[in-house]
């Protein structure tokens, strides 16, 4: 079941802690976060302790850090550091009047329970589908943004069933190839033998 999504709500300036989760595919990455100075309303509203497990919103929680300008007080530089979906969160009184909001998140979490439509590709000519076509497909679905990385791999006459996260591995698992939803933003798929694209962060030894 799909409950209703409350309004979105932008913190900032509260005091929180985050611990993310990076584990490697199939397993979905996560996120267990701490915020201190929530109002009792903003809590309340997003508070999913006790609630039907296979009830989920789907609440998309972003963390992006930067720094405070001395001079202005406000944040600069802010950088994504994670996204996911709100599993569970609750609050905390035990360190009144300290009081602090929990919430722990999954990425992809949403759309590997969500049921959906099967789905089938059927081949063009003598050839196979195209994987990175499959998962094209796969991640407008979900919403989320595909990053293909030049995978070439095909599968002849596929056929999926299941929650769409759960096609998506299942066309991984045929192909032998990697994939994963990155932040709840953008579906990557890499040959298990080559790398990602795109640009090397450099990091300074100063």
Partial sequence: NV???????TLSGLRMSVAVSIIG?????????????MTQKQMNQFSRAGINPYTLRNDVVTVNAGEIDP???KATNMSFVYGGILHYAYQDFQPAPDTAF???????MFYNILSAQPNS?????NAGTDVATIMKSLAKQMGYDFEPNGVKAQLPNPYLWGTLRQQMQSVADAANIYAFIENDKTLVIVD???SRTGLVPVVSIS
């Fill in 3 to 9: 409950g209703p999504m409350p309004p979105a709500v």
């Fill in 25 to 37: 595919v199939p397993s979905l990455n996560g996120a267990k976060i701490t915020i201190y100075g």
């Fill in 71 to 73: 001079t202005t007080g």
């Fill in 102 to 108: 929990n919430i722990e998140c999954k990425t992809g």
């Fill in 121 to 125: 590709y059927p081949p063009t000519g």
């Fill in 192 to 194: 298990k033998q080559s």
